[in-house]
């Protein structure tokens, strides 16, 4: 059994080399040796260049400061230092071979080329850092403010504490480093699915906390669902008077522009989606007239089901009154949420929900169509999307590839269309781009992370057997069955780390895809869960999606990524985030031991 | 009491929610997890408030008891359960409830495997209350009982932050089975005090009454024992992740007092590469990788972090003796668990004086035999009964005869085939504690931990099976719940089947998630366990458990047990919309 973290705590105290550790003039004994380099940052960097392993203490009178100064900074300068100041990261292995060297830093200047740069989608978030031999302050430079906060994430990582004597009790950062950083995907995010479940407003701030520790740059708020809408809009408050599951599980005016300001001043977007036509049995409570076949059973025996999952209800595309709610929706969202990207859904649109109702059953027998009903709904509200309210629409995929109801293209210019795919894994990102969107990639194969978590229906039979599954049963319970989840297995940080979301496409096609989504949506998941459901493994798809999940050989470094992971997601604890382990602590503790292959 | 019947009128006076719906089928408006044998609630239903100064009446006979009593006491104003659905029940404007009762026939018997868990639980429409039982531990569920028939009024009015209570109920109640338990490896990961006590809360809440604490594995060592303080000092994680004797002397002291009793496993002769650090003589392949060369047929463990006790090693028997020394003085319950799973040809060969045995004639089995031979009268001179893994007696490659284990003190816990091996267990005439993998294994279906693992970056491998989980997929609460343990067993080979396990291995678990990963799944074989999971027709009745769950769940979470959600929230409000079948 090998020495425990706080152990070789102490053991690199009374090292040779730590001996010579000093706040002296750098170098004046020894030379700190070489080695490689191990700087713990998540996501890794694209590049550092550290020659020597040498640390610095953090002065107890740290500060960053500007210039120029910007509001946009403000909020995330004030967190940092508090953050830089505070945080005693006591790493599982700390590093044992190195020196302290150098005059405490007591300044962290960030220069910021172009301060006005709006948040936005493909917004600049490059930055440059080096903490310079010899010098009290170090340094990020970058185009904008929100390539500012990424290098303040990475400051912040870079310090821990090691304890040594020579440190003062002050925290330590690598001296002499120069980190150079850029992000492969310009949208890297989260779906959070608030409808299903309702999440306190301090849950979603602590979501997008962790998020910006991880250099996600997108919330996806996947805000309402047939289950419950729990948005107060101005224009059309009873919505979520009828449709909360209770009036303390809303989100108020002030509650989302809290939030939307939260994650600004941590340089992450907030798109809001409400879902729509499907997804939208939450409605009926205040408008019953725009919805079909709400409150009914959703798997009417012996007929098509009414919806993929409990809870029925589609907006009725031949009600007029439809539109003048739609819009209302839109309107107060666009006011809400400042983001250029708004998500209006349209996923899942059943057509037996459709055809419960009369009007739509004497349209579809005068000779009128579900891709009809679809198209009139997308005419009667996209083009008011985008051309009053000024916003790019995302879909979901279902809009163009739906296998039963979907549009044609003219419906959907490209220009200001996104689409967000989730079926097929690869095949559908190809479908999508090479029909000349762009595309968000949230495979459902790699990016949900509610898949492998069974079936959550009730009064389901399939659990109830006995015996080892044989031979002419469908396997459902055993090894290989999917015990009731559709899109099973659950998907590990290895799985969602792997993934290549440009796979199979040409450079012209990879051009067109953002980035990608983990999605969670909240059937079994509400506040007592949620950051171990997201944690650490929207961490994996963070890292993919900022720096590859290659090496420089080119190999996949998911190997790599685990001893790293393990210690990110110690320190993500040690933040205050719930997020679950991904091995026993002996992994980490003995590395290379807990791999498949060594 | 004017203030309070005036306070009432206010109540009585308020709209019913929207929400409220019918009782349906076998459930009333307020219900109890796990769902007694027995209770009836004269209709129409009627509640009493429980008055400020209530308070619970136990003889001084037995300080468990005593303490529970104040606990509950306590329990019901800290709690004041706010319902999902409130119950659209009239609260009789009679007199509130000043006092429980508990009536107790045998106040000195002790806690151990099948004491008498029944109890009475009668509350009267005039607002007097009693529990009566044969042993405080049956007082003590009868505790719990009383504590779940209680909510706050809610609504509006001045009423609306009284404490309520169902009145006219009469409860009789008593086990299925008398084992019904939580296995919790602390060895994979360290839990800090802190979890194993609530967890133990929330075990009793749910009327489970053995805490099988899986102390050690090859991961790690934390418990500190006084002859062998070495084991931990070499073997646990870290200095603030070992379990000192004070910590251990609180766990069982705080399981005593909610009638948990607390079964230590020190798993050997496998699973003790953490033993290595101090004894390394006594520990074969230890530090060595787990699958050479990626074979699984060349492996040293059944996972990373490879160890084993060597029987040939005289050191062995010398630790293992101050070990089960030990632990028999630190934990009192009758039961010692000694482990025996997943011995490893591999780890044994990989060492010359176990291979110079081999070439000489040995077996393996025999190996196993020597050590069994030696551990299993040291736990019986200890005056324990000793609980094994099932891989002793059936693991194809190594195991040993019966003579050596004898079934008047040996109980075996099952895990690997289902039904089929609790049966084997039986037959041989051993008693069985049920943990089967295929439903009681509460990590399964949560993909591999095990790092450099290319399945996952291969489009065509064989991911898409079970993700890297052996014992795929996850298993939900239903099917937790409809496990008939004693499925396909003769009423004779039944009557030896003691209970089950619901087991929390923890490669992937730790402080930050333990709750959800545990609970509710651990209440579903704790109701099946306890009163079972049939209706009075005789048919599942996993359709109507599904909201009483979801109010249990919810009650757990207000008591700060961070149970998962099994549903959405939406379906508790619609009974039977959520149903896969209406």
């Not at chain 1, 170090?138 to 904008?144: E, G």
Request: hydrophobic letters at 40%.
């Amino acid at each position: 059994m090998a020495a425990s973290p706080y152990f070789l705590l102490l053991l690199f105290l009374f090292h040779p080399l730590a001996a010579l550790a000093s706040l002296a003039p750098a170098r004046s004994q020894a030379p700190p040796p070489r080695v490689p380099q191990k700087v713990q940052v998540w996501p890794k960097p694209v590049s550092i260049s550290w020659p020597l392993a040498a640390y610095t203490p953090i002065s107890p009178s740290f500060s960053i400061r500007a210039s120029p100064s910007h509001p946009s900074l403000r909020h995330a300068i004030a967190h940092y230092t508090r953050l830089i100041r505070t945080e005693r990261h006591a790493p599982i292995m700390a590093p044992v071979n190195y020196t302290i060297v150098g005059v405490p830093i007591r300044l962290l200047a960030l220069s910021v080329s172009d301060p006005d740069v709006p948040l936005g989608p493909g917004v600049d978030e490059s930055y440059t850092l080096s903490v310079p031999p010899n010098s009290s302050s170090a340094d990020i430079s970058s185009a904008t403010p929100w390539g500012a906060i990424r290098g303040l994430e990475t400051f912040s990582q870079l310090a821990w504490s090691s304890g040594a004597a020579a440190a003062g009790g002050q925290p330590i950062v690598p001296s002499d480093i120069q980190i150079s950083d850029h992000p492969l995907f310009t949208h890297r995010g989260i779906l959070l699915d608030t409808a299903r479940n309702y999440y306190p407003v301090r849950d979603i701030l602590r979501t997008i906390r962790a998020m910006a520790a991880n250099k996600l740059n997108v919330f996806h708020w996947h805000i309402t669902d047939s289950q419950s809408f729990p948005i107060v809009l101005p224009s059309v408050p009873n919505l979520a008077n009828f449709g909360s599951y209770s009036p303390a599980m809303r989100y108020t005016d002030q509650d989302v522009r809290r939030i939307v300001r939260f994650a600004e001043a941590f340089g992450i977007r907030v798109i809001p989606e409400i879902d729509m036509p499907g997804h939208a049995g939450s409605w009926a409570g205040a408008y019953p007239e725009i919805v079909t076949c709400a409150n009914k059973f959703w798997a009417p025996t012996a007929k098509p089901a009414l919806a993929a999952e409990p809870c029925t209800g589609q907006l009725n595309p031949l009600n007029p009154k439809t539109y003048r709610v739609a819009q209302d929706v839109l309107r107060d969202l666009a006011a809400l949420f400042p983001d250029p990207y708004l998500h209006a859904g349209a996923d899942e649109v059943n057509t037996a929900c459709w055809e419960d109702d009369p009007v739509v059953r004497g349209f579809l027998a005068d000779g009128g169509s579900h891709d009809r009903l679809l198209e009139l709904f997308l005419n009667a509200t996209r083009p008011f999307l985008v051309h009053e309210l000024n916003r790019t629409s995302v879909y979901w995929e279902d809009v163009l590839l739906g296998p039963k109801v979907s549009v044609g293209q003219t419906v959907l210019p490209h220009d200001t269309t996104v689409l967000q795919t989730w079926n097929n894994g690869a095949e559908n990102t190809k479908r999508i781009v090479a029909a000349g969107y762009r595309a968000i990639v949230s495979s459902a194969s790699y990016y949900y992370l509610d898949c492998g978590h069974g079936g959550w229906v009730g009064n389901d039979s399939r659990y109830d057997v006995q015996e080892k599954e044989h031979d002419g049963m469908p396997l459902f319970n055993d090894p290989g069955g999917t015990g009731g989840s559709w899109c099973a297995p659950f998907k590990t940080w290895q799985r969602i780390y792997d993934y290549d979301i440009l796979h199979g496409l040409t450079e012209d096609e990879a051009r067109r895809v953002l980035g990608g989504e983990v999605a969670l949506w909240s059937e079994q998941s509400d506040a007592t869960v949620l950051d171990g459901r997201l944690w650490p493994r929207a961490s994996a798809a963070a890292e993919t999606l900022w720096s590859g999940n290659k090496g420089s050989n080119g190999r996949k470094r998911y190997a790599n990524a685990t001893v790293r992971l393990n210690e990110w997601r110690h320190r993500m604890v040690a933040r205050g985030i719930r997020a679950e382990p991904i091995q026993p602590l002996w992994c980490p503790m003995h590395p290379r031991m807990c791999h498949l292959s060594q | 009491m004017a203030t309070l019947l005036l306070r009432l009128l206010f109540l009585l006076g308020s709209p019913a929610t929207l929400l409220t719906c019918a009782a349906a089928g076998a459930s009333f408006p307020v219900n109890v997890w796990p769902k007694p044998t027995s209770m009836s609630w004269a209709e129409p239903h009627a509640a009493v408030p429980v008055s400020p100064s209530f308070h619970i009446v136990a003889s001084s006979g037995n300080p468990y008891l005593v303490s529970a009593a104040e606990r509950y006491a306590k329990l019901l104003f800290k709690e004041m359960y706010r319902p999902i659905v409130r119950p659209a029940i009239n609260v009789t404007a009679g007199n509130a409830l000043e006092t429980l009762t508990l009536a107790v026939s045998d106040l000195a018997a002790p806690l151990q495997h099948g004491v008498d868990e029944s109890y009475t639980l009668e509350i009267l429409p005039t607002g007097a209350a009693t529990v009566t039982a044969v042993t405080a531990w049956g007082a003590m569920r009868g505790l719990e009982t009383f504590s779940q028939l209680s909510w706050r009024a809610g609504g509006r009015g001045r009423g609306r932050d009284l404490l309520l209570v169902a009145a006219g109920v009469r409860v009789e109640d008593r086990p299925l089975y008398p084992h019904r338990g939580l296995m919790l490896d602390t060895g994979r990961t360290y839990f800090p005090v802190s979890d194993i006590l609530r967890t133990i809360d929330a075990m009793a809440a749910n009327k489970m009454n053995v805490f099988h604490w899986h102390i050690t594995d090859s991961q790690s060592f934390p418990i500190v024992l006084p002859s062998e303080p070495s084991l931990a000092e070499k073997g646990a994680y870290g200095e603030d992740m070992k379990y000192t004797v004070e910590d251990v002397k609180r766990i069982v002291e705080f399981a005593m007092s909610r009638g948990v009793r607390v079964v230590p496993e020190i798993d050997s002769p496998g699973h003790t590469a953490s033993w290595a650090g101090a004894y390394p003589e006594a520990v074969t392949c230890a530090g060595k990788f787990w699958l050479p060369d990626g074979d699984w047929n060349r492996r040293l463990a059944a996972e990373p972090g490879a160890g084993q006790l060597n029987p040939l090693a005289p050191k062995t028997y010398e630790v293992i003796t101050n070990v089960v020394n030990d632990l028999t003085s630190l934990f009192p319950d009758g039961f010692y668990h000694a482990g025996a799973d997943e011995v490893t040809p591999g780890c044994w060969q990989a060492d010359p004086t176990i291979q110079a045995d081999l070439e000489r004639g040995g077996t393996l089995s025999q190996l196993l035999e020597r050590y069994v031979s030696a551990v299993h009268p040291l736990v019986v001179s200890r005056n324990r009964t000793a609980v094994f893994w099932e891989d002793v007696l059936l693991d194809a490659a190594v195991n040993v005869s019966t003579s050596l284990i004898p079934p008047d003190t040996t109980i075996l816990q099952s895990w690997n085939n289902g039904a089929n091996n609790t049966k084997l267990i039986v037959q041989a005439g051993y008693r069985a504690i049920v943990s089967s993998a295929s439903f009681y294994y509460l990590d399964c279906g949560h993909g591999d931990f095990v790092g450099n693992n290319s399945i996952y970056d291969d489009p065509n491998s064989d991911y898409k099976a079970d993700g890297g989980s052996w014992c795929g997929p996850y298993k939900t609460w239903q099917r937790v719940y409809d496990y008939d343990i004693a499925y396909g067993l003769t009423p004779e080979e039944a009557q030896l089947v003691i209970g089950g396990e619901v087991a929390m291995w923890t490669e992937q678990v730790d402080t930050a998630v333990l709750d959800g990963r545990v609970w509710p799944r651990a209440s579903a074989m704790a109701e099946a366990l306890w009163s079972g999971n049939r209706d009075a027709s005789g048919r599942k009745r996993y359709a109507e458990a599904t909201d009483r769950l979801i109010d249990w769940r919810q009650r757990m979470v207000g008591r700060g047990v961070r149970a998962e959600p099994i549903q959405p929230l939406w379906c508790r409000t619609r009974p039977g919309m959520c149903n896969a079948v209406q």
